[in-house]
């Protein structure tokens, strides 16, 4: 079989391997979908992995080919995505659920071989079964739903809020549609991109700021009336976008702390003492809530996308095949064009 495997920091490289056998407790997935996230670039091209060499991916889909021993037979044919934790299941925080939070945890694309591959054994643990309407992109684009699900829950909106999103790649504009289907009266999306703007535009986003042009601040201030949004999402990884995120949230609201840090994130002194008489709530979010009572997040976006209340494959800007991923990968790192979700494909 095919992966494309990360060989050193910087280098990734089509290779040929074995094929997989599923162990007690596992299935042999055939990959169908694997898309690229955003972490996935820096890991790729400046940070590396734990070891090499590594086949990066973590957000994909596939169809059961086989089973281990003692395996369910039935679960052969079905498409499903993949919850990419693999928990010890004893720690302190197993023992309640908390998966993403496990203190002895493996992960797929990290620190196991990912879905930038033709095959790979998968626990039946980490399965979430799609119908077969659905389609396997549709269904790689799970785990990036989840995390946008995962911060508009950790913010409780109330109905009508006002909501500010900074940062308009594929998970502030899901976060965006999650945060329309709890009933948000106004949501805004900001970013320094005029390509990723022009993308809001066309999905049909009214309330779009362009930050180079614009001052986001005031933006935001003049769509809430002077008050500021009820809920802002720093999404962009930046200490612009933080201190814009902490500018722009009204009085008494909340501040979620969303996208990976690119540097050192700093507040400027008159930028926190606007914040501290605010009274607001930072909180940060990580993951999503997995296999836990009462609610699934990864259960709850799956039936979402399911039953077509949330829309992702207009997200997918990018499919090839494994053959071209090495490729896919360049472009998202140089931005040689506009990108917004890149999918390695199988076709059927």
């Known amino acids: 079989m095919k992966v494309v495997a990360l060989t050193a920091i910087g280098h990734l490289e089509l290779q040929e391997r074995a094929i997989p056998i599923p162990a007690e407790g596992e299935v042999l997935l055939k ?18 992995t734990l070891g090499f060499p590594r086949v990066l991916g973590h957000e994909f889909a596939g169809r059961v080919e086989a089973v281990g021993p003692g395996g369910n037979p039935e679960l052969i044919g079905k498409r499903m995505a993949v919850f990419p934790i693999v928990p010890c299941k004893t720690c302190e925080f197993c023992q309640q659920h908390h998966y993403p939070r496990c203190l002895n945890y493996s992960s797929y694309g990290s620190r196991r071989d990912g879905g930038f591959s033709e095959y790979l054994t998968v ?51 899901m976060a965006a549609r999650w945060a329309k289907l709890q009933g948000a009266q106004k949501v805004m999306l900001i970013d320094i991109d005029a390509k990723k703007i022009e993308f809001c535009r066309q999905l049909g986003f009214e309330h779009v700021c362009l930050a180079t042009e614009q001052d986001a601040v005031e933006w935001v201030l003049q769509n809430t009336g002077g008050f500021g949004a009820h809920i802002t999402i720093e999404g962009s990884g930046s200490r612009t976008g933080l ?15 969303m996208g990976n840090p690119h540097d ?17 709530i930072i909180a940060s979010v990580y993951n999503s809530v997995y296999k836990q009572m009462p609610h699934d997040e990864w259960v709850d976006a799956a039936n979402a996308i399911s039953r077509g209340k949330l829309q992702v494959n207009d997200l997918i800007s990018h499919q090839v095949e494994i053959d071209n991923v090495v490729d896919l990968f360049n472009t998202f790192h140089h931005r040689s064009e506009f990108t917004c979700k890149g999918m390695m494909i199988t076709r059927e």
Do not use: W
């Open 31 to 48: 990959i169908m979908a694997s898309g690229v996230c955003g972490s996935d670039i820096p890991r790729a091209y400046q940070t590396g």
């Open 243 to 257: 201190a814009q995120a902490l500018l722009t949230c009204r009085v008494y609201g909340k501040v979620m702390l």
């Open 123 to 173: 626990p039946e643990f980490n399965l979430v079964e799609f119908p077969d309407h659905v389609s396997y992109t549709a269904a790689a684009m799970l785990e990036p739903a989840t995390i946008a699900l995962h911060v508009i829950r950790r913010a409780k909106p109330d109905l009508n809020d006002n909501i500010a999103i900074f940062g308009a790649g594929p998970i502030g504009l």
């Open 264 to 280: 050192d994130m700093q507040i400027p002194r008159d930028v926190y003492d606007k914040a501290m008489r605010k009274e607001l």
